[in-house]
């Protein structure tokens, strides 16, 4: 929750409650100089608010207090269809999301699950009234033909393991990300082709789209970088070890395939999924608020002691 947290905190509930960020209320920090303060709107206000979203890079946090919501059920799943059908499953996918209501968010992305192969799919996630959900689910599925949909109530617990068996401990995985305001047709018909040409069956490209009440607050109240409704493109190469296989086609692959979409992106991106080595998106990656961010960091860590995210100073 820490690093998640501090750096931003993209959720499935974002659009009804914003980010991890918002939903924090305080902190307890150890400072470069050894003091051990708490943090809040009261206290600290301009670390408080440097904190949100400038990530590891003030002191050690030993305690967060955090805003919780109850949240009973939620109706989400997984919705597969033929790579073939990507085009327009992700077409639709685009125009959906462009009015979708607070109580929704859809991921989208390709992938090769085993057993079933090259896939284009779609993981909704819908917090709102359960009869209203299903008319929702049922206009996604249309927008392709669905080789498999799973979407069931379920708990939050149960969502956030959904994906457990893609993250398999001991794999090799390298990430890249950009911001994306819309998702132009070139773009979308480059990635399609781009995961045609993976180098790795483990291979995914994601889309995590931003909007509704995380959109909704001002770019200044918190140091997170981009508050205009957007999407979360993840680029992650995923592979085995294997004798001669140095990793280097799939970081390649990636790479590439994420200088293809700077074409199409802002500038920046999220900090916590942005590798040290991202000079071109660094500089960005807090918008606007780059500039307050740097004073802080003076103020409270001068000789850079911490510097766990990506920050331009
Ligand atoms: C499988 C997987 C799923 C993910 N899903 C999401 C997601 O749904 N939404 C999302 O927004 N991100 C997601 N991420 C990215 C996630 O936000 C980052 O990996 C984040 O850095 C994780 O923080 P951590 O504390 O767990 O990691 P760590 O590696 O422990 O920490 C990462 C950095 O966070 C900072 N940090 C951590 N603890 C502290 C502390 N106590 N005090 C000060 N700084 C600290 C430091 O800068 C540190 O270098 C995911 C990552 C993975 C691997």
Redesign the pocket.
Known sequence: ????T??????PLSPRYGL?VDNLLGVE?VLADGRRITVCDLEHPELFWALRGG???F????ALRIRLHPMRELLAGMILFPLSDAGSVLRGYAEIMASAPDELTVMAGMMSPPDVGPVVFLAPVWSGSPSAGEECMTVLRRLGKPIVSQVSAMTFGDLLGM?DDH?VNGRHYALETRWLTELAPALLSELVAGEDARTSPFSMIMLHHFHGAAARISASATAFGLRREHFMLEILAAWDSAPGDDGTSHRRWAGELSRMAARHASPGG?P??LGPEAYDQIPFAHGSNIGRLRDVKGRFDADNI?S??PLAI
């Open positions: 929750m820490a690093g998640l501090l750096g931003g905190g993209y959720s991890a920090i990530g590891g890079n002191g050690v946090v030993t994906f993250v999220y916590n999924v911490f766990g995210i």
